[in-house]
């Protein structure tokens, strides 16, 4: 839980997490409720470092996030460290992953772009895409890792994980569409938390067709985990935006934009 609580120097200055982001009134004696549910962060850490040895990881990160409110009952980035030992504090285990880190999400990019499909009725469940062959662009070529023969439909594009039809379904949709609904999703911006250290997305400065195909399956527009589970949370929520929180939340937000 050291990312999400952070540090303060000798002086009680918050130099990172909580500690820093809610600084204000936390100095001010003001009581702060973390959404934290300790019972998860701790099983969670301890299957984490298990799950890491076993594959010889350096690094990972988890977070559970309750729907209905945008709760963060979890986050863990690891590795960590103690807040209790500055001096010992590696300034690399500082990052947390959850929040800085900006990665190509890969296949969790296809959901978006078969959703995305659907409320612009675009596609539709009994549409085929032939992904028999790579998609040949340029130099370039859209390959699925086991090829597939014939076509499939949307349902299976994504159970079976192909790249070639996610390709061709964000093809259809276009850049307009991709772009309208990244915007909706919060991919332009960083999240509104009570932590500092966020990122904001990497978006592609030159977005033409090929960029539109290879997003569609998840490369190309780099974004934080967070920004995934809240894109995930509003599509499993009926459509209604889930806004991340690290505090108690007694109001529900669910707000639909």
Known sequence: ISHVVGFTN???????????????KLSLGED???????RLQ??????????????????????????????????VSYPDFNPNFLDKILPENQFNSATQGVYDMGSTFKPLTVAIGYDKKII???????????????????????????????????????????????KKIGKENQIEYFKKFGFFDKIDLEINETAKPLVPQNWKALETMTIGYGYGFAITPLHLCKAYASIVNDGFKVYPTLLVNKDIMRLKK
């Open 32 to 38: 702060v409720q973390l959404s934290i549910d300790i």
């Open 124 to 170: 539709n469940s009994n549409m085929l895409f032939d992904v028999s062959k790579p998609i040949k662009f340029g130099k370039y070529s859209i390959n699925d890792y086991s090829p597939y023969k014939g076509k499939l439909d949307v349902k299976d594009i994504i159970v079976k994980s192909s790249n070639i039809g996610a390709a061709k379904i964000a």
């Open 10 to 24: 000798i002086d009680g200055k918050g130099l990172s997490g909580i500690e820093s982001g809610l600084d204000n």
């Open 42 to 75: 701790d099983s969670v850490r301890n299957e984490m470092i298990t799950i890491l040895e076993k594959f010889s990881a350096e690094s990972g990160l988890s977070i559970i996030l309750d729907i209905t409110n945008g709760e963060i009952l979890s986050m």
